[in-house]
């Protein structure tokens, strides 16, 4: 899927100024690219890819592209890099466990290699899905392994090396932890014990495969025959990608906790300065399943797959993300599931009606436009920023060619597609379903003429005829949509 445009409403109009929460300082700080030159450079901690990307996971990206495409829109030149975990990643975040990519090809059957190829490829497709907009960088980890050797060599008088591998030493460089809040006993249980290591949390550099093993993914290095760890990758290709110190670097909260910290540790001991790399870090929230509904062993909703295969249009998860704040908690249930799929069936229906309406004349729409941005200028307040897209979507008075323009803009910031977006679209046939969306819209339509002819056994019998399909008939809908899949 193809960058957004720079739409931004109009060189006239200075826009209210940018503020982001930067979890470093814990504060909400006001935006301002470091190199004007340079533009802003964005890098944002992409998936690892041993199994089909989680909900959960890909909040994470909604929330990254809201902010890429905000940035774009107020005029920012733009950079952006999310990487791919191929390699590196343990079953944990610690320095112990299996290698998610190897342990996902023992189960399968197949090389990591095969593995890290269909889950990218799933990843991408999952991204165009919710119309994330495609980054300028997506590197692969292990296109970069003799980058990250000659890092860690760089590096080494942080470090000291075991059998195991290379580790760095924490206590070499200034306020190790300040992103996460400091480590507390709770921080430090999260890190298994290694032999030899002299502080708990001290973290791998390099992982040397252990005597009498063999990786599929290894390479020869100066502490041994092995694979980099996983903090190591972000730092290399943050640096050769965008140079440091960069814009923002944004993240699942998950990661504030270890996988930053370690990240900017190896930043600082590689610029002997107590500079971060990123001047603004950026964490979303969590997905919180309290229901059980994502669960796998339940056979829950845990990936964009499923959601479709039940029958939901991917964008209703985008809507879902975009109705809570970024750095709320989100709850995922089958009731806030159906209320966005609901909100983006009115906010469909309204825009069709929008798009083709010819209005009362009145060509200034700018008091939308300023609104929109006083919303996502307050860090990326899109809860506040939908209701003024439905109070522009249900304004007669615009003219035709100002609705459609100021409906594009919307469009560039919050990615929903009004306006193209059709009723039609909408229609995702559940994977299981036993009959077809045409063979479902005849049904309904015969279902119609009985009810009009009051033949109401016949009427009863299409409906239940169609229930036992797994197609739940809507009569009365205030929105006019005719039939429903269960969640």
Known sequence: MAKPSNCRYGAAMTGASLTLYNSFTRSLEPFAPIDLARGTRVYSCGPT??????????????????????????????????????????????????????????ARGQSAWDI?????????????????????????????????????????????????????????????????????????????????????????????????????????????RGAPGWHLECSVMSAQLLGLPFDIHTGGIDHREIHHVNEIAQNQAHCNCADSGARIWMHNN????????????????????????KGVHPLAYRLMCLSAHYRSELEFSGDNLLAALVRLRRLVLAAEKFRTAEGKGKTDASSYLERLDAAVSEDL????????????????QLAREARLATLEQFDAVLGLNLAALTRADLRVRPADAQVTDAEIEARLAQRKEARAAKDFARSDAIRDELLGAGVEVMDGDPLGWDWKVEI
């Open 49 to 106: 890819v041993y199994s089909d990307p989680h909900l959960g996971n890909l909040r994470a990206y909604v929330f990254t592209d809201t902010l890429s495409r905000t940035l774009r829109w107020k005029g920012y030149p733009l950079t952006h890099v999310i990487n791919i975990t191929d390699v590196g990643h343990l079953t944990s975040d610690a320095d112990a466990g299996e290698d998610k990519m190897e342990k996902a090809a023992k």
């Open 381 to 396: 307040n899109t809860p506040r920023a939908l209701p003024v897209l439905e109070e522009l979507l249900a304004d007669k």
């Open 286 to 309: 969590f997905l919180v399943d309290r229901g059980g509904k994502m669960s796998k062993s339940k056979g829950g909703i845990a990936t964009l797959d499923a959601l479709v295969a």
């Open 116 to 224: 890290s190829r269909h889950y990218a490829d799933v990843f991408r497709r999952n991204l165009a899905d919710l119309n994330i907009a495609m980054p300028d960088h997506m590197p692969l980890a292990t296109d970069y392994v003799p980058a990250m050797i000659e890092f860690a060599r760089g590096i080494e008088q942080h470090c000291y090396a075991l059998d195991s591998g290379l580790y760095f030493d924490s206590t070499t460089v200034p306020d190790y932890g300040k992103l996460s809040g400091g480590q507390d006993d709770a921080g430090e249980g999260r890190i298994e014990s290694v032999v030899g290591k002299r502080h708990p949390q001290d973290f791998a550099i390099w992982r040397n495969t252990p005597p009498g093993e063999t990786r599929q993914m290894e390479w020869d290095s100066p502490w041994g």
